[in-house]
């Protein structure tokens, strides 16, 4: 990622947006919250992203700070990066839990369908968190391997979804971690590919993609046997 400068292009790119009122005193998390606000816009944004990589001096604009101000909360591009990738896992994994709480009367399958359509619409509606977190085709912002603390914990709730499929009496034809792994690998891959091959290969509905996915998991278990 380039040094931070103040290219006429990225002063262009931000002429319009309007200079943001000083916080009052006490309210630093508030601007904390701004310039993680700031960057996830930026990163989200595919033709404001296409000329340059992104500065520090490009999201205190963006978020309309002054530099000295984000430094006070961030000590560079790195550390700024982790603070939006943590933020960004804990939304989806508080989206994926609010879709699994709405689900709960239904079967185990509905839950995994529900976690599953929750995921990616995290990933339309916030294409700059999702970017940041999974290093998705962007390599603008200087960013650590992705928190193994986060990702695990995101993988437990893919976990505990297909464990809850064996209380409908299915006995799936992969162990459950293996069946975890093939449904978020599925549905991470299928957003993947919407950016390059949709215009080539109409690839439908994502979350009617989910929905078939999920019944083809269940529909390759077999009924488990009776205990004797």
Known sequence: MRADDDSSSMEDSSATRAPRERNPRGQGDRLRDEVIAALVRLVGD????????????????????TAPALYRHFADKE?????????????LIEAMDVAAEAAASGPPSARLIAQAQAYCRFALENKGYYRMMFKAGFTH???????????????????????????????????????AMF??????????????????WALGDVHDYVEKLVESLVKVGLPRHPAT
Request: no cysteine; aromatic share 4%.
């Open 141 to 179: 912002v200087a960013s650590p391997p992705t928190d193994p603390h986060l990702a695990a914990e995101l993988a437990e709730r893919w976990r505990t979804a297909v464990v809850r499929l064996r209380e409908q009496d299915i006995e799936l034809s992969q162990s459950p971690e293996q069946a």
């Open 183 to 200: 449904i978020w690998a599925s549905v991470h891959g299928r957003l993947a590919l919407a950016s390059t091959v949709e215009s080539v």
């Open 79 to 91: 550390e700024l990066g982790r603070a939006v990738e943590a933020d960004g896992f804990e939304r």
């Open 46 to 65: 595919d033709e404001r992203m296409r000329p340059l990589p992104l500065s520090l001096r490009e999201v205190a604009r963006e978020a309309g700070v």
